[in-house]
């Protein structure tokens, strides 16, 4: 296990200072993604890493987007002019776990560019339908990064 890894099981975990969200993981979590696994009737994961500057445990439920095994993360913030804190810790610490239903998989975060970002719009847009509303009014441009499984050094 990688030390980053590590520090997925062994730091302390620090609930989001966001009831719903605190909420949504704690139900997600406690039932195995039974309950707790949606946002406005679209299906959720929740996303663990490691705070950027804290070094502690985070958790918070995003959009499932899931392909061919490797998940997006849209830094949308609902269309926010800033970037979620989410965002921050995953470029400081891109090995993160998901947890879709009762399966977590370890995965790593890259933000992607260009023509792969361009398609990741376009599949992220068909999973839900508020982000082209978000990318309008957010001011920004709006990150996406793709989790993606850890190949193994065995």
């Given amino acids: 296990m990688q030390r980053q890894d590590q520090d997925l099981v062994d730091a302390p975990y620090v609930p989001s200072s966001s009831e719903r969200a605190r909420d949504q993981v ?82 790593r975060a890259r933000e992607v560019f260009g023509q792969e970002k361009a398609e990741a719009w376009k599949l992220a847009d068909s999973r839900w339908p508020y982000f082209p509303d978000y990318r309008a009014r957010a001011g920004r441009e709006i990150p996406i990064l793709r989790l993606e499984p850890v190949a193994s050094t065995r």
């Fill in 26 to 107: 704690a139900l997600y979590e406690a039932t195995g993604g039974r309950e707790g696994g949606t946002l406005e009737g679209r299906p959720v994961v929740i996303l663990t890493m490691t705070g950027a500057a804290s070094g502690k445990i985070r958790k918070t439920p995003i959009m499932r987007i899931e392909h061919d095994g490797s998940y997006l993360a849209v830094a949308s913030n609902g269309g926010a002019p800033s970037h979620p804190a989410w965002y921050h810790n995953l470029i400081a610490h891109p090995d993160v776990r998901v947890q879709d239903g009762a399966w977590v998989r370890t995965l």
